[in-house]
Nanobody, 120 residues
């Protein structure tokens, strides 16, 4: 099992910056992808950015050049640096860990989510 705890989000004006962090504990070695999702009010949850075990990163187009995902040195902490925030970035952000299973599948663990508010 993997337990994920996100840092508190926050409220920033448009154009501002915020950094989210997520601390993982438990079966860290089973994590194959580590990422951030978000869910705005009335919308589906979407992948924002992810980083693979090998260090490859993937971002949705709307945040490319503004957000940066990274891991801490011990690989138990995930960060999301968010710059030039826009009102449309406002959402509940969830930390996600995709893990490998003994039967060759994937199981996802989620944090409880943290609110990011961007005022125009």
């Amino acid at each position: 099992q993997v337990h994920l705890v996100e840092s508190e989000g926050g409220s920033v004006p448009a154009g501002g910056s915020l950094r989210l962090s997520c601390l993982a504990s438990g079966s860290i070695d089973s994590i194959i992808t580590f990422g951030w999702y978000r869910q705005a009010s009335g919308k589906q949850r979407e992948l924002v950015a992810e980083i693979t075990r090998g260090g490859s990163t993937n971002y949705i187009d709307s945040v490319k050049g503004r957000f940066t995902i990274s891991r801490g040195d011990t690989k138990t902490t995930l960060y999301l640096q968010m710059n030039s925030l826009k009102p449309e970035d406002a959402a509940v952000y969830y930390c996600n860990a995709g893990t490998s299973t003994t039967w060759g599948g994937r199981y996802d663990y989620w944090g409880h989510g943290t609110q990011v508010t961007v005022s125009s």
